[in-house]
Every structure is written in C-alpha cells, then in structure tokens.
C-alpha cells in the first residue's frame, strides 16, 4: 500500500424495487450501494455491482437524507470525511449481509443499461473500499473473469438464487480503444492469458497491470461527452460530471 491517502470515486448505485427485505423500512428515502472504483471514466460500462456474499454490510442516514449501503469499516472512514450529520458519528440503520443483497436491481450513472444487478464476487475484501465493487468487464481483468464464471456455471448462480435475467444478457460494452489490445481491452487480454476463472490469481495480477497501465496513458474513450478524447485528459473532468449530478462522492481511505 502507498504511503499517502488513496482517492476513491464512490458511485451511487439506486436499489430499485424490490428493495431487499432488510432495507425496506428505510426506503422511503433512496437508498445507495456505494461502490469504490479508481476508474469513473470506465462508469459507461458497467454490466453489474459486486457483492461477497459473507462481507457484513451495514446501512446508515447520510447528510443528504440518503440511505448508503456499505462496510462499516468504510462508513466509519465516511463520517470523518462530512458524510454524516454529526463529524465522527454514524447511525447504523441495520446490518445485513452480502447474500441478503444479491440480486437486488439498481440503476447505475451512466450505463447503458437501465436496470443491473448485484452479482456475487468472492474475491472482495473487506479491508479495502466500501466492499461493493462496480463491474466493467471490458476494461476490468476481474471484473470480466468473475461475470464468465458467473455466466458459464449454473450451479454457481443457483447457490446464490442469482436467476439467468440477471447474468446472461449483460456483455461487456466496447467504452474505450486502447491501442493493440482494442476496445474490449480487459475480454482480449483475459483470453490471451487464458484465464479460467476469478481464482487465477497470477494471471489475473497480470492482466491488470497490462491493462490498466496501457488503458490509462494509451485508452480513447469511444463513447460519451469524451468521445475522441484520451483516457487520462478527461479523468477529472468525468468524475466532477458524476459528482456535479450527485451520482457519484469522492472517498479517502
Ligand atoms: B476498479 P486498489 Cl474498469 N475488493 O473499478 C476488491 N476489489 C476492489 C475493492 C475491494 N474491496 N474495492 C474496489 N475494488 C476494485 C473499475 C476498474 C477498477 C476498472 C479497471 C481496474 C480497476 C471497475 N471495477 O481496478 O487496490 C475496483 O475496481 C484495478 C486495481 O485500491 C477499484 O477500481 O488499487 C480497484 O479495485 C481499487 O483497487
């Protein structure tokens, strides 16, 4: 880890309905999963949300009268950032667990699609982020490995009441051209490693770092108000678009 903070762009995940069972009592208000990523200018693909099914989420009132759910470890680190009422305090509404959210549906910024859905992930921790993940498997090696397995494996889908609704029709969208390795940077690196599934540690630390270097100083966006433009030119401008439509909050940990 580095020595400084780490910036994270948390972005605002709407729980739809059917709100989870355990949220409704809140849902008068909109309730959040509230997902860390490094990547805003990648929030045009996302195909899902991630979620460990073990991790203990929590849901507590934010400032602004919305409802963010996320690890308590984070929320903690939140309400010493100005997301809560009183500095240093946080109410915890109730506590629930990955499995109770899995296949909830939400709207996320900026995708194309109108509604996805929270998918299980297993190698998330809990000692980084807010424990909810964003997935964009076009230019995410993890992101794309975990939905193929996802996609391939019917009794791993079934052992998390995840139906074929919330899996099968959402493919990787082509968001950003990164030279050689094309528009679909994470599925083309993916399959040249010949990664079999999210376990493929080495390989998958690999992918990554081939990835996300060459996207980041190479990457042109393909789709939005960037179109044209390069990756790491329009970083900033597209995380203060999100923030600017309070679809998104910036995060230090
Ligand atoms: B990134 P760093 Cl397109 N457990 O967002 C595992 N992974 C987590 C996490 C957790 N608790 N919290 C966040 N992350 C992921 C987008 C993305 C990301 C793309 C490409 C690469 C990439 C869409 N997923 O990350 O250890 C989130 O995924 C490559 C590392 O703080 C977040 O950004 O460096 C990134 O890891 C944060 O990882």
Redesign the pocket.
Known sequence: EGVGP?EYTLTKMKILEPVPEKLRPYSKKPIFLVA????PE?MYGQTNCWIHPDIKYIAFETVKDEVFVCTSRSARNMCFQGFTKTEGKFNVLVEVSGQDLLGCALKAPMTIFEKIYALPML???DN??T?V????PS??PD?YAALTDLKKKQPFREKYGITNEMVLPFDPIPIIEVPELGNLSAVAVCDNLKIQSQNDKEKLAQA?EMV?LKGFYDGVMLIGEFKGKKVQDVKKALQKSLLDKNEAVVYYE
């Open positions: 780490q860390a990523t490094l990547r990648t190698t998330i921790k980084k982020g424990g993940v964003t997935s964009v230019d995410s992101d990554k996300y």
